[in-house]
């Protein structure tokens, strides 16, 4: 090989390493050349925590990623600045699907995707939810009507307006009681005054809590739900929270079944016959609906951080509360399989969820079945 041949390959390389060069620079920032519109475009990408592991990813309608069975984070890169379509799937299970936008620069993150086992097996149980009386008073807060209290530090009981240490009914631990709750081994009360009152677990060191007595009537029915720094009281269907400033319970929402905060604390959802809405801690001020139904919402429990599980008579259904695009709800089988029979539920069935096995308690025509996991039980 002659010189010149030598040295017009090396300019060649030169040249082509001058071209690929700021190509690549430019690649690897993340620009892509837009064929459609004929101009270079600055990408994003999507994170996604998927549960359970091991799932196909599609983007646009093309296979994008597959998680592996040690690892449930994936993040694709290189998308053109758009709404994008994902999908989620993995055999055995309901997939999730939803339109994202991709903005240049950024990533856009869904931190929980959670899929749910299509065909869920159920078996009979004697054996109700721990800490739950008929699938009633599952979060140690105490209705009036279901007054009593066990804990690791002793018994308590309603005994017309009195609150009794179990087994020491002679003589009250404290009077004028309404309704009362145990939180952090320490007893909150609301007492017929109006004023919602803390002590010690043997009614010492007494305080107020609230100092602007609500009009307390003999008739309705109230509930003290309480997670730090959040003090709530329900009377009959209206939320009432506690204003830390004037120590005054100010009216939050007006139509509340209930109101139960997630396994973290940084989200509360509440909701009453037709409607579900959550709130962040952190912005308890922004409500924010999840659904609405025309049938009645029969009971509502956190499913994990980011999804919620509820029935609508017979039918239960599982939801996530990230309100970008449409909301993903899996529909559960009103005829559950019980020991590889077929079971129709009653029209009006209890339903319990444990959270931490992610199982399900149904309670129908006198029988209480469990079912095995809905999804991962790492699943938080």
Request: glycine share 6%.
């Amino acid at each position: 090989m002659n010189k010149k041949i030598r040295f017009g390959i090396f300019i060649f390389l030169v040249c082509l390493y001058l071209i690929l060069s700021p190509i690549l620079i430019f690649y690897s920032l993340g620009y892509r050349f837009d064929f459609k519109d004929f101009k270079i475009v600055s990408t994003g990408g999507i994170y996604l925590k998927t549960w359970p592991q091991d799932v196909q990813i599609s983007v646009d309608g093309k296979i994008s990623k597959k998680t592996g069975i040690f690892s449930n984070e994936s993040i694709v890169q290189g998308l053109f600045p758009k709404k994008h379509a994902i999908i989620v799937e993995k055999d055995g299970y309901f997939s999730w699907e939803k339109i994202l936008e991709v903005i240049d620069q950024e990533i856009t993150r869904v931190e929980n995707v959670t899929l749910i086992k299509k065909d869920v097996r159920f078996s009979r149980t004697a054996t109700e939810p721990a800490g739950t009386s008929s699938f009633k008073d599952t979060e140690n807060t105490i209705l009036s009507t279901y007054p009593n209290y066990q804990g690791a530090n002793g018994s308590f009981v309603i005994k017309g307006d009195a609150l009794f240490l179990a087994g020491q009914e002679e003589t009250p631990l404290l009077g004028d009681v309404i309704t009362y709750i145990v939180y952090k081994n320490q007893l909150f009360w609301l007492a017929d005054d109006g004023i919602l009152y803390q002590s010690d677990l043997a009614g010492r060191n007494k305080r107020k809590v609230s100092e602007i007595p609500l009009a307390i009537k003999k008739d309705r029915t109230y509930k003290i739900i309480i997670n730090s720094p959040f003090t709530f009281v329900k009377d009959n269907d209206n939320l009432l929270i506690l204003n830390q400033k004037t120590k005054d319970f100010e009216t939050y929402y007006n139509s509340v079944t209930n109101l139960k905060f997630s396994q973290d604390g940084s989200r509360f959802l509440y909701f009453n016959d037709h409607e579900i809405f959550f709130s962040y801690s952190n912005n308890p001020g922004e409500k924010i609906l999840i659904t609405r139904f025309r049938d009645k919402i029969g009971d509502c429990y956190w499913f994990n951080n980011d999804y919620v599980i509820f029935n609508l008579g017979p039918q239960i259904k599982i939801s996530e509360i990230d309100i970008r695009d449409k909301i993903n709800i899996v529909d559960l089988a009103q005829t559950i399989t019980v020991d590889s029979i077929g079971y129709s539920l009653s029209a009006t069935p209890e339903i319990f969820f444990d959270e931490a096995n992610k199982v399900l308690y149904i309670s129908s025509d006198n029988n209480t079945f469990i079912s095995e996991p809905l999804t991962d039980k790492n699943n938080k």
